[in-house]
Structure formats: C-alpha cells, structure tokens
Antibody, heavy 122, light 111 residues
Framework: EVQLVESGGGLVQPGGSLRLSCGAS????????MNWVRQAPGKGLEWVSY????????HYADSVKGRFTISRDNAKNSLFLQMNSLRDEDTAVYYC???????????????WGQGTLVTVSS | QSVLTQPPSVSGSPGQRVTISCTGS?????????VHWYQQLPGAAPKLLIY???NRPSGVPDRFSGSKSGTSASLAITGLLAEDEADYYC???????????FGGGTKLTVL
C-alpha cells in the first residue's frame, strides 16, 4: 500500500525557518517524481515545488522561489522542504504528492499524504 | 485569482447529473496540456479523480467523467450521491508561469 506521511509542521514566527519531511513507503520511491502542494486555511490548492526522481530537475512556484528548497534522499525514501524567510501567507497545510506515471504530458498527483500544518504568526 | 477558472459552487439532487467547468487559456489548457481533476472530501487530502483529460484511475466509479475542448475542460458526475459532496479541483500546466496550476475549486452540494 502506498503511504506518504508528512511531518515537521508547526508554529513559526515571520522570517523564521522550518523543515518539512515526507516519508514514503509501499512503492519504489527512487523512481518517482515528487511534489509539494499547499492549501491555505479555507482556500484552494497551490502547487509549491517539484523534484524529479534523481533530483536532476527541480521547479518552484514563483511565490516561494528563493525561499524554499526541495530535496530528497532516495536511500531513506524521504522528501524534504526547507522553508526559510517564512511569511504570513505561507500558512497552509503542506501535502507531499507523488507524480503519477500515467499522467504523461502534464504531471498529476496520484497519491497524497495527510498533510502537515504550517502556521506563520507572531 | 486562479489561472484556471471554476465556478465556486454547484448543486444537484440525488440521481441528477452535474457538470463542473474549468476555463483556462492558450498558455495552459489551450496549449495542449492535459487536465486532471481531484476530489477533496471534508477534512481529507485530495484524491485523483480523472487524469489525462478523461481517464479514471482504478477504483473511481464510471459516474465520473472528464472532457476537454479548446481552452476548457469539464467534469461530469452522473447519478449524484450524497457521498459526492466535496470540493473539486482541476489542474494543468501553464507554460507562461512555468509551473503547475490549479483551479480555484468548486464546492458540490448534494441537496
């Protein structure tokens, strides 16, 4: 059974940092592209970042570029998101999501974790 | 303002058919990028409902169907059930933004 479990969320002050983790199981993690998607309270979904299976290709949404860093450790089946210079508007539930291999020309997310809440507030 | 435009809400009675539209532009749907749909039940993570415009993952009932034409896409739900009450999101890729984009979401209410 595919499982994605996020951790590392919490309350942080504006300008602070936080590192999210996502542990994967039930599939060959090293062969899948992974993503972070967030959802502000009561709002819609927003794609945050993308990392290919070998970390050779990485993309960020403009809203987090230069502040967030995505990475992965295939030996430990783990995905990470280092978040620096956090702002109030970064408050959201952060989901890790697996890129489906059937999605061909456009990434789609076939499995999601349960999410971890990040609250940026003084 | 989302790059992909969805109606904020739709409603229907049990057994009825409803459709949810997703309107994009020449830099996303109109550029040939596939559209995917997600269902998010209250308090839960999103679930992939339709991928590649019209394909259903294993386990998704055939009451759900997707289509795409020009710069728009649609999700249709037939034989509406109370359990279909959820938020629905479309998603694609935008070449101008060089990133993946979601619609603003549509709340489906089963009357």
């Amino acid at each position: 059974e595919v499982q994605l479990v996020e951790s590392g969320g919490g309350l942080v002050q504006p300008g602070g940092s936080l590192r999210l983790s996502c542990g994967a199981s039930g599939f060959t993690f090293s062969t899948y592209t992974m993503n972070w998607v967030r959802q502000a309270p009561g709002k819609g979904l927003e794609w945050v970042s993308y990392i290919s299976s070998t970390s050779s290709t990485i993309h960020y949404a403009d809203s987090v570029k230069g502040r967030f860093t995505i990475s992965r450790d295939n030996a430990k089946n783990s995905l990470f998101l280092q978040m620096n210079s956090l702002r109030d508007e970064d408050t959201a539930v952060y989901y890790c999501a697996r890129d489906g291999k059937s999605c061909t020309s456009t990434s789609c997310y076939d499995y999601w974790g349960q999410g971890t809440l990040v609250t940026v507030s003084s | 303002q989302s790059v992909l435009t969805q109606p904020p809400s739709v409603s229907g009675s049990p057994g009825q058919r409803v459709t949810i539209s997703c309107t994009g532009s020449s830099s996303n749907i109109g550029a040939g990028y596939a559209v995917h749909w997600y269902q998010q039940l209250p308090g839960a993570a999103p679930k992939l409902l339709i991928y590649g415009n019209s394909n259903r993952p294993s386990g998704v009932p055939d009451r759900f169907s997707g289509s795409k034409s020009g710069t728009s896409a649609s999700l249709a739900i037939t034989g509406l059930l109370a359990e279909d009450e959820a938020d629905y999101y479309c998603q694609s890729y935008d070449i101008s933004l060089s990133g993946w984009v979601f619609g603003g979401g549509t709340k489906l209410t089963v009357l």
